[in-house]
């Protein structure tokens, strides 16, 4: 009888171990044609950096990723080896399947993403207007060419009123959304262009749930270091080097001029170059009367030539400093900068007064405070 017992007790056990159910985990599969051999990574974007946390190799047109697990659903990247292909999805522990081709491996088919589809679904909201923005840039690159400014400057405008139209409808998904872990991705897409209390406000909308995940802690820092640059701020003092290696510290220039400008570009960003010739006109027309130029440039590391020839070509004849370090560049993080070009113009007393100003606005800005002199 005893023995009898014992079997039973064993029996209920291995039953009750078959049906336990399996701890939640990912697994990632599919077919991406033109790319045998090629091993692709699950990367995080930590520091400006990419770090790989899993890895596969194609085989026959064929991968799998398996075993892995997710705390939650978050954006992640899937890239080769020099990360010079790839893809951006919501990596979440279900069964996911990515179908693509190695040449086009951006415009890749994924399913079996809840937080993917979601996401997916937001941006399709937006769609008409990117195209309307596609077709008016190719018209805007010609006129610019052609030196047809009036053109270029109604064009602009229209771009403005687009960018408007894209955030309102992303910023709406957000609010309607707040349970949804596509919603603090867009947020943190949308919060290069807002200020510090909307993006609190939009967190506060968003379900507890949410504010565990890694882009939630990360623009809670991000609105804490915004506050300290805000409008009526002081701006924090800083020390880089010249393009000569002399340290040049910010607030060696505050006070020597009625309005400083400290503006953070790079050599290698489009729109900070397209914005140089304006800055540079301003401040040929208002140098004399108290205005000036501190430059940061956020060039990569080994790259002080491109920086250097850059400020020669665009006869940037002004104050220049950086550490080369790219994203990581201290001021910039200092400054909460995390898109350029990126500017804080400062009275005498190193005061923030305006900050982001570009074009015509920059012009008639500088205008108006000096007029207050």
């Given at each position: 009888?005893?023995?009898?017992?014992?079997?039973?007790?064993?029996?209920?056990?291995?039953?009750?171990?078959?049906?336990?159910?399996?701890?939640?985990?990912?697994?990632?599969?599919?077919?991406?044609?033109?790319?045998?051999?090629?091993?692709?990574?699950?990367?995080?974007?930590?520091?400006?950096?990419?770090?790989?946390?899993?890895?596969?190799?194609?085989?026959?047109?064929?991968?799998?990723?398996?075993?892995?697990?997710?705390?939650?659903?978050?954006?992640?990247?899937?890239?080769?080896?020099?990360?010079?292909?790839?893809?951006?999805?919501?990596?979440?522990?279900?069964?996911?399947?990515?179908?693509?081709?190695?040449?086009?491996?951006?415009?890749?088919?994924?399913?079996?993403?809840?937080?993917?589809?979601?996401?997916?679904?937001?941006?399709?909201?937006?769609?008409?207007?990117?195209?309307?923005?596609?077709?008016?840039?190719?018209?805007?690159?010609?006129?610019?060419?052609?030196?047809?400014?009036?053109?270029?400057?109604?064009?602009?405008?229209?771009?403005?009123?687009?960018?408007?139209?894209?955030?309102?409808?992303?910023?709406?998904?957000?609010?309607?959304?707040?349970?949804?872990?596509?919603?603090?991705?867009?947020?943190?897409?949308?919060?290069?262009?807002?200020?510090?209390?909307?993006?609190?406000?939009?967190?506060?909308?968003?379900?507890?749930?949410?504010?565990?995940?890694?882009?939630?802690?990360?623009?809670?820092?991000?609105?804490?270091?915004?506050?300290?640059?805000?409008?009526?701020q002081k701006a924090p003092d800083f020390t880089l080097d010249d393009p000569d290696g002399k340290p040049v510290p910010l607030f060696s220039k505050v006070g020597k001029t009625k309005l400083l400008l400290v503006d953070f570009w790079a050599s290698w960003c489009g729109p900070c170059r397209h914005e140089n010739p304006n800055v540079v006109k301003v401040w040929k027309e208002f140098h004399k009367m108290g205005f000036d130029v501190f430059s940061v440039s956020l060039d990569r590391p080994g790259d002080k030539d491109g920086w250097t020839n850059a400020i020669k070509n665009d006869q940037l004849t002004w104050t220049h400093v950086s550490d080369l370090k790219?994203?990581?560049?201290?001021?910039?993080?200092?400054?909460?900068?995390?898109?350029?070009?990126?500017?804080?113009?400062?009275?005498?007393?190193?005061?923030?007064?305006?900050?982001?100003?570009?074009?015509?606005?920059?012009?008639?800005?500088?205008?108006?405070?000096?007029?207050?002199?």
């Amino acid at each position: 009888m005893k023995k009898l017992l014992l079997f039973s007790v064993i029996a209920a056990f291995l039953a009750a171990c078959s049906t336990t159910p399996k701890e939640p985990h990912y697994t990632l599969k599919g077919k991406i044609k033109g790319a045998d051999s090629t091993q692709f990574y699950l990367s995080r974007r930590t520091a400006g950096k990419f770090v790989k946390f899993d890895s596969a190799t194609v085989v026959k047109g064929e991968f799998t990723f398996t075993g892995g697990k997710v705390n939650f659903p978050e954006m992640v990247y899937f890239l080769t080896k020099d990360n010079r292909n790839g893809l951006t999805f919501f990596l979440e522990n279900s069964d996911i399947t990515i179908d693509g081709s190695l040449d086009t491996l951006y415009k890749a088919k994924i399913t079996g993403s809840k937080a993917q589809h979601e996401y997916d679904s937001a941006k399709a909201l937006i769609e008409p207007i990117e195209k309307k923005y596609s077709a008016l840039y190719e018209i805007y690159q010609a006129a610019q060419k052609a030196g047809r400014k009036s053109t270029t400057d109604s064009i602009e405008k229209v771009f403005d009123d687009l960018q408007k139209e894209s955030s309102g409808i992303q910023k709406e998904f957000i609010k309607n959304s707040p349970k949804s872990y596509a919603s603090p991705t867009l947020l943190k897409m949308l919060s290069y262009e807002m200020e510090a209390d909307e993006i609190e406000s939009l967190i506060k909308g968003l379900d507890t749930t949410l504010q565990k995940t890694l882009v939630v802690k990360d623009l809670i820092a991000h609105i804490a270091v915004m506050k300290t640059v805000a409008i009526g701020q002081k701006a924090p003092d800083f020390t880089l080097d010249d393009p000569d290696g002399k340290p040049v510290p910010l607030f060696s220039k505050v006070g020597k001029t009625k309005l400083l400008l400290v503006d953070f570009w790079a050599s290698w960003c489009g729109p900070c170059r397209h914005e140089n010739p304006n800055v540079v006109k301003v401040w040929k027309e208002f140098h004399k009367m108290g205005f000036d130029v501190f430059s940061v440039s956020l060039d990569r590391p080994g790259d002080k030539d491109g920086w250097t020839n850059a400020i020669k070509n665009d006869q940037l004849t002004w104050t220049h400093v950086s550490d080369l370090k790219y994203w990581d560049c201290s001021a910039a993080k200092l400054y909460a900068v995390n898109a350029i070009p990126s500017n804080f113009l400062l009275d005498k007393n190193g005061i923030i007064i305006a900050k982001n100003v570009t074009g015509d606005k920059l012009r008639d800005k500088v205008k108006e405070e000096l007029s207050k002199k």
